[in-house]
């Protein structure tokens, strides 16, 4: 069993920075690729961005590249997501989300794909 806890959140203006966190329990951190997705009002939960189980590979949602960057510190157990440049779009809960061995492939946008999840971080943006 994997317990995944988000933290970070908060209320932000436009053009703003925030980073969340994702603290992992378990001794075995370093072999789960990991991801981020959010979910809006009424909208469905969406991917944002992926890391595989090193940190040397990383993916980017169309809608946040260039300005979102996922990074992790297998020493911590601890999954990273800096946002800057925040826009009123953004504003959503942000879910971590752990993928288990045994898998393959390199990144995984799918929310079907992770085994476990967090209980989600609210992050707002004010215009």
């Known amino acids: 069993q994997v317990q995944l806890v988000e933290s970070g959140g908060g209320l932000v203006q436009a053009g703003g920075s925030l980073r969340l966190s994702c603290a992992a329990s378990?001794?075995?951190?370093?072999?789960?690729?990991m991801g981020w997705f959010r979910q809006a009002p009424g909208k469905e939960r969406e991917f944002v961005a992926t890391i595989n189980w090193s940190g040397g590979h990383t993916y980017y949602a169309d809608s946040v590249k260039g300005r979102f960057t996922i990074s992790r510190d297998n020493a911590k157990n601890t999954l990273y997501l800096q946002m800057t440049s925040l826009k009123p779009e953004d504003t959503a809960v942000y879910y971590c989300a752990a993928k288990t061995p045994p898998y393959s492939g390199s990144h995984f946008t799918d929310r079907s794909e992770y085994d476990y999840w967090g209980q989600g971080t609210q992050v707002t943006v004010s215009s």
């Open positions: 378990g001794r075995t951190f370093g072999l789960y690729a």
